[in-house]
């Protein structure tokens, strides 16, 4: 007995089935439908091997967009042109540098974008460009290569200067520098006892110079005394001319009046003191001459005739 089929309902599976698993192709290529994406060129001069199409685009390690596009420049074969849908909402700014990068030990290469300052403006198309163009920098392993090939280049030069230094005149140049430090060695083994005498010399003349300075020492200390001693008696006399000083300046009304009217007075007494003096002297002389004078006085001088 054949079992009844209804082709009407598995023809609706397999419609739904159908579309659900373009529904899925799409999304997987495309990704969100709602996500607006901008078109925009990079040029790269190095290789992009482990590159593919759909590798992801990154900003500081986020995911904002794919490699849409892989292929040589037209106008210049050396370079390579990537085209790169990179979200709308991520602003890209005039110093955004693209560079290639490699996830991990895989080998899968991505695109990573650097760079990209607040102040900076937004990058746009120029005049006759299809898309904005983001410039390149140069990825680890270029840049390890390039200096792997000056290190090499520096060392071949290194090996070349150090060839020409080991030809036959360098190395006789080095030979004679090799003979004068052997002469100059030698010189110095002849000159070892003076050195150790001049050595001698100098520790006793060190010991003849601590012997003095400890002898100099109390005589040292004397001045230092005398010294003070001298500071002290300065002391004292500023202290002592001070003093005076005052003195003279509070008794400087006193001597003014001493000088006017008290020294005239002692003036005519001094002259009277002398008068009394020269009095006294020749009385003296007269009592030396006669001292009866003393009892009986002068005599009477009895006025002559006509007197």
């Known amino acids: 007995m ?24 799409l999304w997987l290529t495309l990704g969100d439908f709602r996500t607006e994406y ?32 892989i292929e040589l420049n037209p106008a210049n074969p050396e370079e390579v042109r990537l085209t790169l849908y990179i979200q709308s909402s991520v602003p890209i700014k005039v110093d955004t540098i693209a560079v290639l990068a490699v996830q991990g030990l895989t080998g899968i290469a991505f695109v990573d974008l650097t760079g990209g300052s607040q102040s900076a403006e ?15 920098g140069p990825s680890f392993f270029a840049r390890l290569d390039t200096f792997g090939m000056e290190l090499l280049a520096n060392l071949n030069t290194l090996a070349n200067r150090l060839g020409e230094l080991l030809d036959e005149k360098g190395r006789q140049t080095i030979r004679d520098i090799l003979e004068n430090s052997r ?11 003076e050195l150790e005498q001049t ?8 010991a003849n110079g601590a012997q003095a300075v400890a002898q100099l020492q ?59 003096a020269d009095t006294m002297q020749g009385i003296g002389e007269k009592l030396e001459d006669d001292p009866s004078l003393l009892i009986y006085g002068r005599e009477q001088v009895i006025p002559g005739p006509g007197e």
């Open 2 to 25: 054949q079992r009844k089929i209804n082709y009407a309902l598995v023809g609706l599976f397999v419609l739904l089935l159908g579309g659900a698993w373009l529904g899925i192709s």
């Open 38 to 69: 901008t078109t925009y060129r990079v040029y790269m001069k190095e290789s992009v091997s482990g590159l593919y199409v759909d590798a992801p685009v990154k900003y500081r390690g986020v995911e904002i967009g794919k490699v849409r596009n």
């Open 122 to 136: 937004l990058l746009q198309a120029e005049e006759g460009a299809d898309h904005p163009v983001i410039p390149s």
């Open 183 to 193: 002469q100059v060695s030698a010189i110095f083994a002849r000159q070892n006892m």
């Open 199 to 206: 050595v001698l010399n100098a520790s006793k003349l060190f």
């Open 218 to 276: 109390p005589l040292l200390d004397q001045i230092n005394s005398t010294a003070s001693a001298f500071e002290t008696m300065a002391n004292n006399i500023s202290e002592a001319s001070a003093s005076l000083n005052r003195f003279v300046q509070g008794s400087e009304t006193g001597l003014q009046q001493f000088s006017q009217q008290t020294l005239p007075e002692v003036g005519e007494l001094v002259s009277e003191l002398r008068r009394l």
